[in-house]
């Protein structure tokens, strides 16, 4: 129990350690984003967009995963059929209302490859990196360390990666951005994006490992969040920021493919 504790208190004050030099060495913040008309509308739609994410994950933890568990036996199916499911909310919807609500292009929500910041997009690329090879190694990982097929995997960048950081980086902390400032966003976006998690943290940790488990991990995924969403602000592009996060979540699995 003391040995657990002390590799949680090791693992959240290296994750501090790297929010940190990134904040402070890697790279420069550019200049906040032109600021709403309308703060107020942008507030409340992002808090709005917030709820919908944290209800869908207690629908997907208690009751849509372990259906599709039951249901579809391959991985790489699983994972497909789930493409157009999560793409309702979590790339339509918030496309419509910020297309049509705000007038927004594919350069106000990150979708274009032109990076500010190279260092910034180093700094992801290895962080991403150190995180998936410590719980690879460590076998200490929020998500399942499980050998999945090149199917899954491929599906998962799009499924997890991409939709997470879309919605959270690319619509709820620009949408903050313009209304409140560029720090408050990311401070506010990261809270979000672990409050998103805790369902399932609690079924994956709590009765196995106990509360202390649940709530640093819940702040890990918080301090992940601020880090993707330094990442995002740096180089003013979702990409570097999804590939940190696919290999963040997904290398362990690559690596039990590969290596075993």
């Given at each position: ?73 391959d991985p790489s199916l699983r994972e497909l059929v789930q493409v157009p499911l999560w793409s309702i909310p979590y790339l339509l919807l918030p496309v419509w209302l910020v297309t049509r609500k705000m007038k927004w292009g594919a350069a106000d929500i990150g979708l274009l490859f032109a990076n500010q910041s ?143």
């Open positions: 129990m003391k040995s657990d504790l002390l590799w949680r208190v090791g693992l959240l004050a290296t994750a501090g350690l790297f929010l940190w030099i990134l904040h402070r060495y890697v790279g420069a913040y550019p200049p906040a984003l032109p600021r709403s008309k309308h703060p107020s509308a942008n507030v409340r739609m992002a808090l709005s967009l917030a709820g919908i994410a944290i209800s869908l994950s207690v629908l997907k933890v208690l009751w849509i995963s372990p259906w599709l568990v039951r249901a579809i036996s190279w260092d910034a997009t180093i700094f992801a690329i290895v962080f991403g990196l150190a995180s998936g090879c410590v719980a690879y190694f460590t076998g200490q990982s929020n998500i399942s360390i499980q050998m999945l097929p090149l199917g899954a995997l491929l599906v998962l960048f799009y499924n997890n990666a991409f939709l997470e950081e879309f919605y959270h980086r690319g619509v709820i902390q620009s949408l903050f951005e313009r209304a409140i400032g560029q720090r408050k966003a990311i401070l506010w976006g990261g809270i979000l994006f672990g409050l998103t998690h805790i369902t399932l943290d609690l079924s994956a940790l709590l009765e196995t490992e106990g509360f202390i488990a649940v709530f640093s991990a819940l702040v890990l995924q918080t301090m992940a969040g601020w880090i993707f969403g330094i990442i995002y602000v740096k180089t003013r592009s979702l990409w570097p920021g999804i590939v940190c996060h696919y290999l963040a979540n997904w290398l362990p699995s690559i690596l039990v493919a590969g290596l075993g």
